[in-house]
């Protein structure tokens, strides 16, 4: 869990958004709101397939400008 140690003369207000901010580097508000709700084992598979594809077809995007092309003669249809 990640602290702050209150600086002399420091106000309350300043002392709490550093300490968000640190929570937010450590990536606890994102944990906290993935463990909110259960999630079955298929959906959790699901999801991750689902991103595994997301970041399959940013790759191919990336790389292959002709790909681009290709997939925006695609979206007019």
């Known amino acids: 869990m990640p602290g702050v140690i209150l600086k ?3 106000a309350l207000e300043s002392a709490i958004r550093r ?3 640190t929570c937010e580097k ?3 508000f994102a944990e906290v ?3 909110e709700f259960y999630e079955k ?3 959790v598979r699901k999801r991750c397939f689902a991103a595994a ?3 399959s077809r940013k790759r191919l995007m990336r790389d292959n400008p002709i790909f ?3 997939m925006k ?3 007019k249809h």
């Open 53 to 55: 594809v997301k970041r």
């Open 73 to 75: 003669r695609k979206r």
């Open 26 to 28: 450590s990536r606890i």
């Open 41 to 43: 084992p298929t959906e």
């Open 33 to 35: 709101r993935r463990r």
């Open 8 to 10: 002399p003369g420091e």
């Open 19 to 21: 300490y968000k901010r």
């Open 68 to 70: 681009v092309a290709r």
